[in-house]
């Protein structure tokens, strides 16, 4: 029901940029804007986190893309972006959206961010 769908990876060359886009067109909007919404990646065994927007407007990004990733919110249009400049072959990984209130957590199918020279 409330499983965010994500979108915009692709292929790109290091020092490009892209930007993800999250949608929860099933979640009615009490809801989305209430919730704590985030990007994980993965590239091996392990998720990692990459960046969270509460539903009181504070944003957090881990050291490894902090400067040059961006989380923001469209509470209006239910979406969640996530603008990645000065992208790094390391941060190649499938990106996950995540939308978490208190003991549920949702997750995306993930979309596929490949840097390559």
């Known amino acids: 029901q409330g499983q965010p769908e994500e979108s915009g990876g692709g292929l790109v060359q290091p020092g490009g940029s892209l930007r993800l886009s999250c949608a929860a067109p099933?979640?009615?909007?009490?809801?989305?804007?209430?919730?704590?919404w985030s990007w994980y990646r993965q590239a091996g065994k392990e998720r990692e986190l990459v960046a969270i927007s509460?539903?009181?407007?504070?944003?957090t990004y881990s050291d490894s893309v902090k400067g040059r990733f961006a989380i923001s919110r469209d509470n209006a249009r239910k979406k969640v972006y996530l603008q990645m400049n000065n992208l790094k072959p390391e941060d190649t990984a499938v990106y996950y959206c995540?939308?978490?209130?208190?003991?549920?957590?949702?997750w995306g199918q993930g979309t596929q961010v490949t840097v390559f020279s």
């Open positions: 509460t539903s009181n407007g504070r944003t």
């Open positions: 995540s939308r978490q209130e208190g003991s549920t957590i949702d």
């Open positions: 099933r979640i009615i909007l009490s809801v989305f804007s209430s919730s704590n």
